[in-house]
């Protein structure tokens, strides 16, 4: 055989047909969708389903049976396919969205309403260390000749204040923070359900999250991806004239991922989200977590912790502040990993399972079975970074 003709053979795609059909559906006559999918390994990725605005979805066996379509750690089927087959689906399409939510435009009032957020009056104080980590030489040096050098007028100077605080402590840390990920700019999309005044309707927010930190897909992997269900904290950078605006945005957001995991039940309890918002020298720190039955979210945040880097034009920055930022970005990395890793899909198991109720200085977050959140329409990125 003519080894052209051979290589065509051997890269020929193996395709599965798919007809989707009402989750209500008796008959397989009239399906609301069809088209032909490509399989990897016998197998079909998450990704394909992205665009559909699909909920869960069920093989229809001709027996009649529904069997619930589930992906592993590679965001691929746990179904293997028969290539050149016909499957039936059996899913319903996400409720129509009544109003569209950017993050960057919520506003706190918003926020609270739409997630049911519950405040505590006292500020969140996190428990250091007895002896705090002295500010990296590297890092001191990076900022000193950044704020000395540059203006620090636009945000864009001001994340990288922040990438490098974020990259310092997953250094310095602790030996698990090698296997996490800095992701940035990362888009999260969900649907949810809230009521106003006895009035029903479907808000849909979306929009980018500036750091995302993540266990990778595969928590021993060099390869460095943030996966949709292994974030630990996020980080939302804003220009100083803007940082008294963020608060709501960064509630949203990590609101919105407390909701994906409990809408995906990953592992019990423990659903906390942490966050910050900044501007390279303020710095607000907090987490959310499920309140009583899971309708509503409980927000813990820190007094503004300040690491000025040009406090005055005869003084250098403020090593002393900044090296109580990056204790506090620290402490942040360090409580987000030892929360989450029963709800991360990369495999921990080699590690056990970690149930220190105080690992917070507080108890566990409530085991509740309610959803927060309707249906999610997109997952979280997958990046390389």
């Known amino acids: 055989m003519d080894k052209t003709v051979e290589n065509a053979v051997s890269v020929r795609r193996e395709t599965v047909d798919l007809f989707f059909f009402k989750m209500a559906a008796r008959k397989r006559s009239t399906p609301f969708k069809q ?8 197998r079909i990725d998450r990704d394909v ?8 979805m069920y093989i229809w066996q001709d027996d009649g049976r529904l069997n619930m379509l589930s992906f592993n750690i590679n ?13 039936d689906i059996k899913a319903d399409e996400t409720s129509a969205v009544h109003r569209y939510q950017a993050f960057s435009t919520s506003t706190l009032d918003e926020v609270i309403a739409d997630f049911s957020i519950e405040e505590d009056s006292d500020p969140w104080s996190m428990h250091h260390p007895a002896a705090p980590y002295a500010l990296p030489p590297g ?18 100077a001001r994340r990288t204040i922040i990438s490098l605080y974020l990259s310092y402590a997953l250094h310095t840390v602790e030996p698990d923070a090698q296997f996490l990920t800095i992701a940035e700019e990362i888009n999260i999309e969900v649907v949810k359900k809230v009521e106003h005044d006895r009035i029903s309707e479907t808000v849909q927010y979306k929009g980018p999250v500036d750091f995302l930190v993540s266990h990778s897909r595969n928590a021993r992997s060099t390869v460095k991806r943030s996966h949709s269900d292994a974030p630990l904290l996020l980080v939302e950078a804003k220009h100083r004239t803007t940082f008294e605006a963020a608060l709501g945005q960064v509630i949203a957001q990590a609101a919105s991922i407390v909701c994906y995991r409990r809408n995906a039940k990953r592992g019990r309890g423990a659903y906390r989200t942490y966050g910050a918002y900044s501007d390279g020298e303020r710095w607000d720190f ?10 509503s979210v409980r927000l813990l ?11 005055g034009f005869d003084k250098k920055f403020d090593k002393k502040g900044c090296e109580l930022v990056f204790n506090h970005v620290g402490g942040l990395v360090s409580r987000a990993i030892r929360s989450t890793p029963r709800n991360s899909l990369v495999d921990l198991s080699d590690k056990g399972d ?9 108890e566990d977050d409530p085991d ?5 959140i309707d249906t999610v329409v997109d997952h979280l990125s997958n990046v390389r970074i």
């Not at 389903?49 to 699909?54: E, I, N, P, R, T």
């Not at 907090?286 to 309708?295: A, F, I």
């Not at 970690?354 to 507080?362: F, T, V």
């Not at 509740?368 to 927060?372: E, F, G, K, P």
């Open 49 to 56: 389903f992205s665009a559909l605005k699909l909920t869960s």
């Open 301 to 311: 945040m820190t007094d503004e912790i300040k690491g000025l880097l040009k406090p």
């Open 35 to 42: 088209f032909t999918v490509t399989l990897e390994d016998a």
């Open 286 to 295: 907090g987490y959310v977590r499920p309140e009583g039955d899971g309708t």
């Open 75 to 87: 965001n691929l089927s746990t179904f293997k396919f028969n290539a050149g087959q016909r499957y």
């Open 354 to 362: 970690y149930s220190d109720d105080k690992a917070d200085g507080g």
């Open 139 to 156: 890092l001191s040096d990076s900022i000193s000749i950044l704020a000395a050098h540059n203006s620090m007028v636009s945000e864009s």
């Open 368 to 372: 509740v079975d309610l959803s927060c």
